[in-house]
């Protein structure tokens, strides 16, 4: 079966401070994997993210989605496969003054029809799915607050809620949980390993604890100054491995 | 190293002209001192003149000897201390690292040679960023850098915060001079108001209803530009917000709605007022058009200044999923923005009350008409009223506006 993700020679360079982000990445990311992203703060992980569909222009490369280049893509087929690839994020990024239920809604929106999603009009499917995922991520009880009363935690599944409306192919995480304290990472972390196991999602997420890409990841990919410096199993990373990669002072700490 | 991403047509302010920072710096830093020390001048002069022969004048020496001078102390303030333009633009003369501020000798040199070559600017061509320095400062062995924190601080270094001082002082003993003060009237002229007092505190009761007719007109007139220029103004502040506006047509709009709202906005709405009593005809119609327009130019600037600090994470999110940029707009930007909408329309309306009144001089049919006419007629009983009755309507507009922006925080 040909991979979900063909990612060729993809570089990346901020024009302004002419910052090389991404230095000739290439990878597959084959169907139903869990690859997880480590590296520095800086190494790339997030530009790589947003490369994939296409939030940061890649200067050049070529990502092949499905046997769709991304890169090539108009502005019509990008919105057709970006709504094959949800997206949830560090912060959230939700709309915090805008109710959950309307935050979940959003996740419909690349599929809606365009007049009538403009009136905040949704068809009673579309909210029926969106208080089933709301089920899902267990917070049905909060679909008619606004975003921004909900914990952190609580704001993540909401993101989590609005990737399942996409019922995309591919779950891109951006640090889910790097905002979150240690117990509430793991629960957020569990919604998505589920997306991954009983939706057959592929799921590429950035972390920034080794031991919960450990626990989670099927394949590691590790970044340091935009290349990749491993990749592999999660048991493959020796105490070698992991000083080249977050460099020689650093110190493995254990998250549960 | 902490990531900052743009959400996609979110963009950032472009570095033009990076190469000639420096030298512009410099030539900027020379004409503000110009122009600083030609105004003490003319200020100086005018106080003497005004003390010492009582004539308003600002010339005490021949224009050219003036102009000479100037340019003259200009240089010799660069050369040896820290002046007001160098300080603005934090650029200082520096000696050589270890005795930054001294070598007098060198900066004399300087000083002369900068006459020779600075003045016509030629000096200046040879000065770039780094290492080449100008013609006179090459020769007399110091370099124009970056100003620095000093760590032994000298007086003579600190004489631009002298200057500063000493202009301020002397622009409000000129302004004094000028308006012609005169604490002795203020004090004891209090007493001729009396009767005027006595007559505001007892309001004449019986224009109270054709106050109120025309107190009426002023807030319609105040409503009705606000509701047109919300309309207007929220279109408009999308291509007045610099982080939605890119490529070169988007900078050229952007340019251009700022620069034309920054114009009308100057203008003051009683001077549309005339424009429009000219334009229409004489009636509150051009009361509604004069507040229109400046509330259109200003709310576009307040509407945008709002979207220019809106979060680009949802938006960011919106994008993700696949939304049209009109859904990116409704969904990821609309909502982070209503509310301050809302806000910053009610502190207009406010506003636009206030001002309707204002623009009764002019011959719009509001109160502040009434007020204009019976002060001129000093019918002060009947003043009296009209003042209580904007002053109530104020006081009321000012707590509902202050309650309903509290709601929409």
């Given at each position: 079966m040909e991979p979900l993700l063909v990612v060729e020679h993809l570089t990346k360079i901020y024009q302004r401070g002419e910052i090389l982000a991404l230095d000739d990445v290439s990878f597959t990311v084959n169907r139903g994997e869990f690859l997880v992203l480590i590296g520095?703060?800086?190494?790339g992980k997030s530009t790589l993210l947003r490369c994939i569909n296409r939030l940061i222009e890649p200067t050049s490369g070529r990502i092949i989605f499905d046997g769709i280049d991304v890169t090539k893509a108009s502005p019509r087929e990008l919105r057709l496969i970006r709504r094959r690839m949800a997206m949830i994020f560090q912060n959230f990024n939700l709309v915090r003054r805008s109710l959950v239920m309307t935050n979940v809604l959003a996740g419909r929106l690349g599929y809606a029809n365009p007049w009538l999603s403009a009136l905040q009009k949704f068809p009673r499917s579309d909210i029926e799915m969106a208080m089933a995922n709301l089920k899902r991520v267990g917070i049905p009880e909060q679909a008619y607050k606004r975003a921004d009363e909900l914990s952190g935690g609580q704001q993540q599944r909401v993101g989590i809620a609005r990737a399942l409306m996409q019922k995309p192919d591919l779950l891109m995480a951006d640090?889910?949980?790097?905002?979150?304290?240690p117990a509430t990472s793991n629960s957020v972390m569990q919604y998505i390993e589920l997306m991954n196991k009983e939706d057959g999602v592929t799921v590429i997420t950035s972390l920034h604890f080794l031991s919960l890409a450990r626990r989670y990841g099927t394949r590691i990919l590790a970044l340091k100054d935009g290349k990749i410096v491993f990749e592999g199993l999660p048991a493959e990373i020796d105490e070698a491995k992991f000083k080249e990669i977050y460099g020689e002072e650093a110190e493995e700490v254990e998250i549960r | 190293m902490d990531e900052k991403y743009y959400a996609g047509f979110m963009t950032s302010k472009p570095d033009w002209m990076k190469g000639l920072k420096f030298i512009r710096r410099r030539i900027l830093a020379f004409t503000t001192d110009f122009v600083f020390l030609a105004y003490t001048w003319t200020i100086f002069s005018f106080i003497v003149n005004m003390l010492a022969y009582q004539t308003k004048s600002f010339v005490i020496l021949p224009w050219w000897v003036m102009l000479i001078a100037t340019v003259e102390i200009a240089g010799l303030w660069e050369s040896f201390g820290i002046s007001v333009g160098m300080r603005l633009l934090g650029v200082q003369v520096s000696?050589?690292?270890?005795?930054?501020?001294?070598r007098l000798g060198r900066r004399f040199l300087r000083f002369i040679l900068w006459n020779i070559s600075g003045i016509p600017l030629f000096?200046?061509?040879?000065?770039?960023?780094?290492?080449k320095r100008a013609l006179h400062d090459r020769l007399s062995g110091l370099s124009v850098v970056k100003a620095e924190p000093a760590t032994s601080r000298r007086r003579y270094t600190e004489s631009w915060a002298l200057a500063s001082f000493g202009i301020v002082l002397s622009t409000i003993i000129a302004a004094a001079l000028f308006t012609k003060v005169d604490m002795r009237a203020f004090f004891t002229g209090a007493p001729k108001t009396g009767r005027i007092w006595a007559a505001l505190l007892t309001p004449d009761w019986s224009v109270f209803l054709k106050g109120f007719r025309y107190l009426i007109t002023t807030i319609f007139t105040a409503c009705l530009a606000t509701a047109f220029a919300i309309v207007f103004a929220a279109p408009l502040s999308f291509l007045a917000a610099r982080n939605l506006t890119h490529g070169i047509i988007g900078r050229i709009v952007y340019t251009i709605v700022r620069a034309t709202m920054s114009i009308i906005r100057s203008i003051e709405p009683i001077i549309w007022g005339i424009i429009f009593i000219v334009w229409v005809k004489v009636g509150a119609f051009p009361g509604v058009l004069a507040l229109f327009v400046h509330s259109v130019a200003d709310l576009t600037k307040l509407y945008s200044e709002r979207l220019e600090s809106i979060d680009p994470g949802p938006v960011e999110a919106i994008r993700a999923t696949g939304a049209r940029t009109a859904h990116v707009i409704l969904y990821g930007i609309v909502p982070q923005i209503i509310n301050p909408y809302l806000s910053f329309t009610i502190y207009r309306w406010d506003i636009n009350v206030r001002m309707a009144t204002v623009i009764g001089l002019i011959g719009v049919p509001v109160i502040g008409q009434l007020l204009y006419q019976y002060t001129q007629l000093y019918k002060f009983h009947m003043v009296g009223m009209m003042m209580l009755l904007i002053l109530a309507t104020v006081w009321s507009l000012d707590y509902l506006s202050a309650r309903l922006r509290a709601r929409l925080k």
């Open positions: 520095l703060s800086g190494s640090e889910p949980v790097s905002a979150l304290d | 000696g050589g690292e270890e005795k930054p501020m001294l000096g200046l061509i040879f000065a770039t960023d780094q290492g």
